[in-house]
C-alpha cells in the first residue's frame, strides 16, 4: 500500500461517521500524490500523517435562555486546524447541521485556502448547531454571549480569530465582539467581519462573493474569453451569492437564479441585486418574496438551479449541493465554467464530470479565498490601526485573487496537469504549509 492510500485509511479509520472530513481529505490527497513522490522528506517525517490531525478541538456547552424563558442548550466547536504559517483563522458557522465532522471537513480546507492568499493565516473553523433562523435579536444575543463566554479563552488576535460564515453576519459578529471585550477588557482584532464603526474593513462584506468574479473573470481571461454576455446561474442567496450577483453584473454578465433551502427563483430578465439584496440582508426574509418585486420572476419549491442553461455556474450555497447528476446537466447545456463560492459545494463525482468534460472549474479553497483574504486585511488594518479605503482593499482583494489564479495554474502545469485546478490549488496550498511544518520540526 503506497504512503497516502496507508494515511487516508488511518483517517477513515480513526474519524467514523465524519464523512463530510474524510470526502475532503480524500480530494487533497489523491492531488497531492506526485508531490509527496517527488519529496521523499515528507514521507521520512510523516507530515502527511501530521497535517490530517487538528492540533487542538475544543467542544463545549452553551446554554442561554429562549424567549419564552426556557433554558436551551446548543452544541460549540472550534478545531485549531493547523498553525504552521500563521494564527489560526476561520469562520464560525451558526447551522443546525454543524457537527465536528462538517467543522473538520472546513477547518482542513481552511489551512490551504489560507495559505493560497500567499498570507500569513493558519487554517481553523468553528461554530455550532444552534440556527439563528427564526430567533429574536435579543436570542441571537443571548446565545451568541454564552458562546463567546467559552470561547473566549482558546482565541486572541495573535493566537485564533474568527469570521463569519453560514448563520454568521454582521449582528452575530458584533454580539460576539461585545462579550469578548466585556470579558477579557482586550479591544483587539479578534474577530473580522466586525461594523465599520469598531474595526470592521472596508469590502469584507463584498470580499468572497467580489473575490469569485475576480478569479472566474481572470480564468476566462487566460481562455480567451470573458464574463461579458454571460447569463451565469447562482445558488444561495447569502453573503457569497449576493455579492458574487452583484459583481457578475457589474461585469456585464446576466445572473439569472438565486436560491434558500426551501426553493429557487428565475429571472429572465436578470436578477434585481437590490431587492434581493434587502430581502435577505434587511428583512432577514426567504427568496420567494423576490416575486413580489417582480411578478413575472418564477419561483419553484426545491432544488433546481442547475437545470437552467448557462455559461457559468456558481454554487454559493453549501456543501455538496451540486451532484454528478447536475453536473452533467450543466455540461449538456453548454456550461463553460464552474466557480465554487462555497465549501465543498460539488461531489466529488461532479468534480470528475467537470474535470472529464474539460470546462474551466475553480475549486472553492482558491475560488472563495477572497472573503478569508480580506479579513487578513482587516487584521493588518487593525494590527496598525489604521482604515483603508474601499478602493484600496478591493484592489488588494483583486490582486490576491489574480496571484490565486497563477499560482494554481503554475502548479498544475508543473505536475503536467495543465488547466486540473483541483490538483493546482490542492499542491500550491500544501507547499508552503509542508516546508513550515518541516523548517519547525516534529510538533
Ligand atoms: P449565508 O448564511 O449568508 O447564506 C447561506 C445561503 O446558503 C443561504 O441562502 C442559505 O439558505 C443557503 N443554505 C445554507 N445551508 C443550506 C442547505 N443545507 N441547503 C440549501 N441551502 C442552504 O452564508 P454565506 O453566504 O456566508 O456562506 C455560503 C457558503 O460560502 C458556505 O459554504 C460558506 O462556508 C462559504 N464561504 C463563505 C465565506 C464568507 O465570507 N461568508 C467565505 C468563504 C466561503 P437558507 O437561508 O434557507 O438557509
Not at 469562520?91 to 500569513?120: A, W
Not at 438551479?305 to 447545456?333: G, Y
Given at each position: 500500500?503506497?504512503y497516502?492510500?496507508?494515511?487516508?485509511?488511518?483517517v477513515?479509520?480513526?474519524n467514523p461517521?465524519?464523512?463530510?472530513?474524510?470526502?475532503?481529505?480524500?480530494?487533497?490527497?489523491?492531488?497531492?500524490r506526485?508531490?509527496?513522490?517527488?519529496?521523499?522528506?515528507?514521507?521520512?517525517?510523516?507530515?502527511?500523517?501530521?497535517i490530517?490531525?487538528?492540533?487542538?478541538?475544543?467542544?463545549f456547552?452553551?446554554?442561554?435562555?429562549?424567549?419564552?424563558?426556557?433554558?436551551?442548550?446548543?452544541?460549540?466547536?472550534?478545531?485549531?486546524?493547523?498553525?504552521?504559517?500563521g494564527?489560526?483563522?476561520?469562520g464560525l458557522?451558526f447551522?443546525?447541521?454543524?457537527?465536528?465532522?462538517?467543522?473538520?471537513?472546513?477547518g482542513?480546507?481552511?489551512?490551504?485556502?489560507?495559505?493560497l492568499?500567499?498570507?500569513?493565516?493558519?487554517?481553523?473553523?468553528?461554530?455550532?448547531?444552534?440556527?439563528?433562523?427564526?430567533?429574536?435579536?435579543?436570542?441571537?444575543?443571548?446565545f451568541?454571549?454564552?458562546?463567546?463566554?467559552?470561547?473566549?479563552?482558546?482565541i486572541?488576535?495573535?493566537?485564533d480569530?474568527?469570521?463569519?460564515?453560514?448563520?454568521?453576519?454582521?449582528?452575530?459578529?458584533?454580539?460576539?465582539y461585545?462579550?469578548?471585550?466585556r470579558?477579557t477588557?482586550?479591544?483587539?482584532?479578534?474577530?473580522?467581519?466586525?461594523?465599520?464603526?469598531y474595526g470592521?474593513s472596508?469590502?469584507?462584506?463584498?470580499?468572497?462573493?467580489?473575490?469569485?468574479?475576480?478569479?472566474?473573470?481572470?480564468?476566462?481571461k487566460n481562455?480567451g474569453?470573458?464574463?461579458?454576455?454571460?447569463t451565469?446561474?447562482?445558488?444561495?442567496?447569502?453573503n457569497?451569492?449576493?455579492?458574487a450577483c452583484k459583481k457578475?453584473?457589474?461585469?456585464?454578465?446576466?445572473?439569472?437564479?438565486?436560491?434558500?433551502s426551501?426553493g429557487?427563483?428565475y429571472?429572465?430578465?436578470?436578477?434585481?441585486?437590490?431587492?434581493?439584496r434587502?430581502?435577505?440582508?434587511?428583512?432577514?426574509?426567504?427568496?420567494?418574496?423576490?416575486?413580489?418585486?417582480?411578478?413575472?420572476a418564477?419561483?419553484?419549491?426545491g432544488?433546481?438551479?442547475?437545470?437552467?442553461?448557462?455559461?457559468?455556474?456558481?454554487?454559493?450555497?453549501?456543501?455538496?449541493?451540486?451532484?454528478?447528476?447536475?453536473?452533467?446537466?450543466?455540461?449538456?447545456?453548454?456550461?463553460i465554467?464552474?466557480g465554487?463560492g462555497?465549501?465543498?459545494?460539488?461531489?466529488?463525482?461532479a468534480?470528475?464530470?467537470f474535470?472529464?468534460?474539460?470546462?474551466?472549474?475553480?475549486?472553492?479553497?482558491?475560488?472563495?479565498?477572497?472573503?478569508?483574504?480580506?479579513?487578513?486585511l482587516?487584521?493588518?488594518?487593525?494590527?496598525?490601526?489604521?482604515?483603508?479605503t474601499?478602493?484600496?482593499?478591493?484592489?488588494?482583494?483583486n490582486?490576491?485573487?489574480?496571484n490565486?489564479?497563477?499560482?494554481?495554474?503554475?502548479?498544475?502545469?508543473?505536475?503536467?496537469?495543465?488547466?486540473?485546478?483541483?490538483?493546482?490549488a490542492?499542491?500550491?496550498?500544501?507547499?508552503?504549509?509542508a516546508?513550515?511544518?518541516?523548517?519547525?520540526?516534529?510538533v
Amino acid at each position: 500500500m503506497s504512503y497516502i492510500d496507508n494515511v487516508l485509511s488511518g483517517v477513515i479509520a480513526r474519524n467514523p461517521a465524519q464523512p463530510e472530513f474524510i470526502q475532503a481529505v480524500d480530494e487533497v490527497l489523491n492531488s497531492l500524490r506526485p508531490v509527496i513522490d517527488a519529496n521523499s522528506k515528507y514521507q521520512d517525517l510523516n507530515l502527511i500523517e501530521r497535517i490530517v490531525e487538528p492540533e487542538r478541538q475544543i467542544i463545549f456547552r452553551v446554554p442561554w435562555v429562549d424567549d419564552n424563558g426556557k433554558v436551551q442548550v446548543n452544541r460549540g466547536y472550534r478545531v485549531q486546524f493547523n498553525s504552521a504559517i500563521g494564527p489560526y483563522k476561520g469562520g464560525l458557522r451558526f447551522h443546525p447541521s454543524v457537527n465536528l465532522g462538517i467543522i473538520k471537513f472546513l477547518g482542513f480546507e481552511q489551512i490551504f485556502k489560507n495559505s493560497l492568499t500567499g498570507l500569513p493565516i493558519g487554517g481553523g473553523k468553528g461554530g455550532s448547531d444552534f440556527d439563528p433562523k427564526g430567533k429574536s435579536d435579543r436570542e441571537v444575543m443571548a446565545f451568541c454571549q454564552s458562546f463567546m463566554t467559552e470561547l473566549c479563552k482558546y482565541i486572541g488576535a495573535d493566537v485564533d480569530v474568527p469570521a463569519g460564515d453560514i448563520g454568521v453576519g454582521g449582528r452575530e459578529i458584533g454580539f460576539l465582539y461585545g462579550q469578548y471585550k466585556r470579558i477579557t477588557g482586550l479591544y483587539e482584532g479578534v474577530l473580522t467581519g466586525k461594523g465599520l464603526t469598531y474595526g470592521g474593513s472596508l469590502a469584507r462584506t463584498e470580499a468572497t462573493g467580489f473575490g469569485l468574479i475576480y478569479i472566474v473573470e481572470e480564468m476566462l481571461k487566460n481562455a480567451g474569453n470573458s464574463l461579458e454576455g454571460k447569463t451565469v446561474t447562482i445558488s444561495g442567496s447569502g453573503n457569497v451569492a449576493l455579492y458574487a450577483c452583484k459583481k457578475a453584473q457589474e461585469k456585464g454578465a446576466k445572473v439569472v437564479t438565486l436560491s434558500d433551502s426551501n426553493g429557487w427563483i428565475y429571472d429572465k430578465n436578470g436578477i434585481d441585486f437590490e431587492a434581493a439584496r434587502e430581502i435577505k440582508e434587511v428583512k432577514r426574509g426567504r427568496i420567494k418574496e423576490y416575486l413580489e418585486y417582480h411578478k413575472d420572476a418564477e419561483y419553484h419549491e426545491g432544488k433546481g438551479v442547475w437545470t437552467v442553461p448557462c455559461d457559468v455556474a456558481l454554487p454559493c450555497a453549501t456543501q455538496n449541493e451540486l451532484n454528478e447528476e447536475d453536473a452533467k446537466t450543466l455540461v449538456k447545456n453548454g456550461c463553460i465554467a464552474v466557480g465554487e463560492g462555497a465549501n465543498m459545494p460539488s461531489t466529488k463525482e461532479a468534480i470528475d464530470v467537470f474535470l472529464e468534460s474539460k470546462i474551466l472549474f475553480a475549486p472553492a479553497k482558491a475560488a472563495n479565498a477572497g472573503g478569508v483574504a480580506t479579513s487578513a486585511l482587516e487584521m493588518s488594518q487593525n494590527s496598525q490601526r489604521l482604515s483603508w479605503t474601499f478602493e484600496e482593499v478591493d484592489a488588494k482583494l483583486n490582486g490576491i485573487m489574480v496571484n490565486i489564479y497563477k499560482e494554481m495554474a503554475d502548479a498544475a502545469k508543473e505536475y503536467g496537469m495543465e488547466n486540473n485546478f483541483v490538483a493546482g490549488a490542492n499542491i500550491a496550498g500544501f507547499r508552503k504549509v509542508a516546508d513550515a511544518m518541516l523548517a519547525q520540526g516534529i510538533v
